[in-house]
C-alpha cells in the first residue's frame, strides 16, 4: 500500500516516497486558504498564513503539494474551531497535540498552535505582513519566521536543501539574516544550509555582514 506524504511541525511537506510527487492541486490549496483566511478575519480571530502558501504569497515559486497552514494561538483554538465548525467545515484533533485539522473546499488545513516547537505566539502574529493571496488579503509569517520554521524543519531525516533554497532566494531581502542566524545557526542543519546561502552568494558571509 502506498504511504502518504508527511508533515514536519511547521507546515513544510516531506518528500514522496521514491521521489514520487502528488498530482497539482495548487490552486485548490489556494481557494481553500482563502475561504480559511476569510473566515478567520471574519471573526477577527488572530492568525497568519504559513507554510508553502505563505511562501507563495511572499512571491516565492513553490509548488503547492499537500495542505495550507495556518499559525493560531493555543488559546484561540476553541474558538476558531467553532467558526470554522459554524461555517460547515470538518474539524477534528490529531494525535498530535500542536495542531488541529480541519478539511476544506476538498482540502487538508492544518491549524499550527507550535511552530518550531515554540507556541504561537501574539508576537509572531504581530510580526506578520498583510499580504494578498489570489484575492484575498490576510496576515502571513514574516519572511524571518517563515524561514525559521522552514529552517527547524531540517533533521537527519529530512533535510532538502534544494526545495528551501527556491523558497529563500526570493525572500533573501525580506529576512533578518541576523536574527535567523543567532535562532538557528548553532544547530548544525541549519548551520549548513547557511554555509551553502554563502557559498552560493545568496547571503553575505557572516562575518561581512556585521
Known amino acids: 500500500m502506498p504511504r502518504t ?22 490552486q485548490a490549496i489556494l481557494e481553500a486558504a482563502k475561504r ?22 511572499h512571491g516565492a515559486d513553490v509548488r ?9 494561538r493555543r ?24 495542531l488541529i485539522k480541519a478539511r476544506c473546499l476538498g482540502q487538508d488545513v492544518d491549524l499550527i498552535l507550535e511552530l518550531a516547537k515554540r507556541p504561537v505566539t501574539s508576537e509572531l502574529l ?19 519566521d517563515l524561514v525559521s520554521g522552514l529552517l527547524a524543519a531540517f533533521s537527519e531525516h529530512h533535510c532538502d536543501f ?3 533554497l527556491s523558497v529563500v532566494r526570493p525572500l533573501r531581502e525580506k ?3 541576523r536574527r535567523l542566524r543567532a535562532e538557528r545557526g548553532e544547530q548544525p ?17 557572516e562575518e561581512a555582514a556585521v
Do not use: N
Open 5 to 26: 506524504a508527511r508533515t514536519e511541525p511547521d507546515g513544510w511537506p516531506l518528500d514522496e516516497p521514491g521521489g514520487r510527487l502528488p498530482p497539482d492541486r495548487a
Open 36 to 57: 480559511i483566511g476569510s473566515l478567520l478575519k471574519a471573526k477577527d480571530h488572530p492568525f497568519a498564513l504559513a507554510g508553502g502558501v505563505a511562501a507563495y504569497a
Open 64 to 72: 503547492l503539494q499537500h495542505d495550507a497552514d495556518f499559525c493560531i
Open 75 to 98: 488559546e484561540d483554538a476553541e474558538a476558531v474551531t467553532h467558526t470554522l465548525r459554524e461555517a460547515g467545515l470538518q474539524v477534528f484533533l490529531p494525535p498530535e497535540d500542536w
Open 126 to 144: 504581530d510580526r506578520a505582513e498583510v499580504l494578498p493571496v489570489d484575492s484575498v488579503r490576510m496576515p502571513v509569517l514574516s519572511a524571518t
Open 162 to 164: 534544494g526545495a528551501a
Open 175 to 177: 529576512i533578518d539574516w
Open 189 to 205: 542543519m541549519p548551520a549548513a544550509f547557511l554555509y551553502l546561502l554563502e557559498r552560493l552568494q545568496v547571503i553575505e558571509p
